[in-house]
């Protein structure tokens, strides 16, 4: 397991685990990441990663990419 910031551009992800507080946990989940779920990092751009999750690009910051971990 690797945190996201660590995934290569372009491969799909799956979410293994999602760490921080609660309403960090529950924030992620409702733009749809969930454990299981696939996850491909699309770009970086000044300090934040956007990524495709279930169909949709939403644009996510260093440190709460860290507390997805995925493989």
Known sequence: MMPLT???EGEPS???KIGGKEETRRFLENLGFVTGGMVTVISEVGGSLIVNVKDARVAIGKDMAN???VS
């Open 67 to 69: 507390k997805i971990l």
């Open 14 to 16: 799956v979410i293994n």
């Open 6 to 8: 660590m995934a290569k």
